[in-house]
């Protein structure tokens, strides 16, 4: 049984036809790559498997760990172990980083029958997986992504991926907005979390965040269908080549 | 229940609204000099109360009803409001009774509601005034309190026992001329809290009153008087709630603070009457109140914090009149809007005194189909020099459907008055809510933990247990419980 499992899976943002029939298997410990020109559906691909309530199924097979996933709501789907790291995280004024990631992580080990840790406890798993990521100290004082500039960000969405430890870590164009020095981290970060156990989904425009974690896979999205998968010199191709001549019916979306 | 969406969460059911079963006793309805010469007498009112209630009567008919306020509601029949309503096991007839006397049915009553009717060691911290349609049902720690030379009691008792107190400063912040439903309240009146603090005494406890309306058709006409003198302190709180009706009540109040050499007063409302059916509007209270405060002395200071979350209609603005030279005045305010709730709400600053100083922060926070407005003074006399304020004026939106309206008036008359005033409004989208989902956090959650952040600033001003109780009542309206 692999982790996820999608089949024929369409779906649906604002009464618009957005998947058209996507296929994918990712099994523990895989890494695959979601590439495609822009409105594809590669960040409406990550949406709908995290729950995001303007994507609607409307036909088509999605499960994780055997579990339907259309059944559950997003909140239960994180406490199962997906994560997304957004595109774009919104701002939350008034709310501390570190009482939100505590808030995150006193959930998840609610929901798994662990008892929840106090700040004090909290501050001492924080400052661990705070290394990871190279997150500054100032994070934690600030609220949640409000003020962030567009790396910093992402750098947060990384820190909550480390402190809540995925088994499928869907990626939605981590690499957008980060210098190369960024990047590096955050691919540092994100290789440091890798394991058997897991997998990740990295949904990205481009080649290069793919020389810094490298996938098993690659799958190229068009118009709503993934027209090619292939391992890693896929994306290499890609670079070269374009999308072009890989459009179905004649035409890229 | 499983919480999916913003409207999902803001159209949750009034945890109060039940109705105490119980036989009662006189009810007065209608208004005329008739309704006022009954109340009097029925309290036993010596002839200089019942002369000042007939001077506001007559006033209050050459009236008209104010619609400058940004609310919009229908007609108000003041004939067919119940003025007078008591119920038979708190007569007035019958002399106050002891805490051990208080009819079981009003004591479950208050249980029910939070506020138990007795001297526990537990609330130890707290003496509570019990008023319950017309008339203060009890007051605890009467005794301990008086021993510290602190009285405490309900104003229909205060009228009888210090007759002297009462002449001297009822009406001298809020006359009865002062507005169309301070008019009304001067007139017919029935219950209230008394506070006295004497010369160089802080009130060794919190003070609190519990305001219920219980009968169908019933207004509560209340009315607070509480005075600190020289060097004196006192922090009092206020809660309300009533049952759900689908007519609208009204609840016109007057409260009057006066605070003399060096005293300070802080007083806290947590209001959750009835707000009215959340789809249709239906019922709920009409809360037209006049909160003033008097910072008579120099170096005086006067503190309102309120968390507004209830009533239909919500019409007030507890103000602070800065005559003292270097007195402060201070006004932290969460009004909460859902369903088809309107408030317009806010303060008036008056700086009369040299380098008086007030600060006013104000969290609006609109949700369902409601509407809520900051309106608020800042006033500077000419003689005031040196004064200060700083506004701080927030307004938060839940949902596409809810309006904020902010209207700031300023009148500076002194060229060295400083006025500071930030505003900002901002929205609690779905994607906020989404976020917190994703991480594990459910949308109950989420809401709590995006009003908390927002209502911070107001809540640290309220007392330590209160401002958890705060918390919880946005919880229950917003929200559910939390955690």
Known sequence: ?253 | MKIKSIHEIVNREYQYGFKTEIEPGVQVKGLTEDTIRFISHHKKEPEWLLEFRLKAFRHWQKMKEPHWAHVDYEPINYQDVIYYSEPKAASADDKPKSLEEVDPELRRTFDRLGIPLIEQKKLAGIAVDAIFDSVSVATTFKEKLKEAGVIFCSFSEAVHEYPEIVKKYMASVVPYTDNFFAALNSAVFTDGSFVFVPKNTRCPMELSSYFRINTEGSGQFERTLIVCEDNAYVSYLEGCTAPRFDTKQLHAAIVELIALDHAEIKYSTVQNWYAGDVKTGKGGIYNFVTKRGKCAGNHSKISWTQVETGSAITWKYPSCILTGDHSVGEFYSVALTTGKQQADTGTKMIHIGKKTRSTIVSKGISAGESSNSYRGLVQVNAKAEGARNYTQCDSLLIGPRCRANTFPYVDIQNATAQVEHEASTSKVSEEQLFYFRQRGISAEDAMASIINGFCRDVFRELPGEFAVEATQLLGLKLEGATG
Do not use: C
Not at chain 1, 224 to 229: A, Q
């Open chain 1, 1 to 253: 049984m692999p982790m996820l499992g999608i089949q024929d899976l369409h779906a649906e943002v604002a009464e618009k036809n957005i998947l058209k029939g996507i296929t994918l298997e990712v099994n523990p410990g895989e890494v695959h790559a979601i590439m495609g020109p822009n409105g594809s559906g590669k960040s409406t691909l990550a949406k709908v498997i995290a729950g995001d309530p303007n994507v609607t199924v409307s036909r088509g097979i999605l499960r994780y760990e055997g579990r339907d996933l259309k059944d559950l709501d997003p909140e239960q789907r994180a406490l199962a172990g997906i994560f997304l790291a957004f595109q774009y995280p919104t701002e939350i004024p008034g709310v501390n980083n570190a009482s939100f990631l505590r808030m995150a992580y006193n959930a998840k080990r609610k929901a798994a029958g662990q008892g929840e840790l106090d700040p004090l406890e909290f501050d001492e798993v924080l400052q661990e997986r705070m290394k990871i990521v190279q997150a500054p100290r100032e994070f934690l004082d600030r609220n949640v992504n409000h003020g962030f500039s567009g790396g910093e960000k992402k750098r947060n969405e990384i820190l909550q991926m480390a402190v809540l430890q995925p088994k499928l870590a869907l990626l939605d164009e981590t690499d957008s907005g980060l210098d190369v020095d960024a990047l590096r981290v955050v691919a540092d970060g994100v290789n440091r979390l890798r394991s058997k156990e897991n997998a990740v989904v990295l949904v990205t425009h481009y080649q290069r965040l793919l020389n810094y974690i490298v996938p098993d896979r690659v799958h190229i999205l068009v118009d709503g269908r993934i027209v090619k998968s292939g391992g890693k010199e896929l994306a290499l191709t890609v670079e070269q080549k374009g999308y072009d001549w890989l459009s179905v019916h004649g035409r890229t979306a």
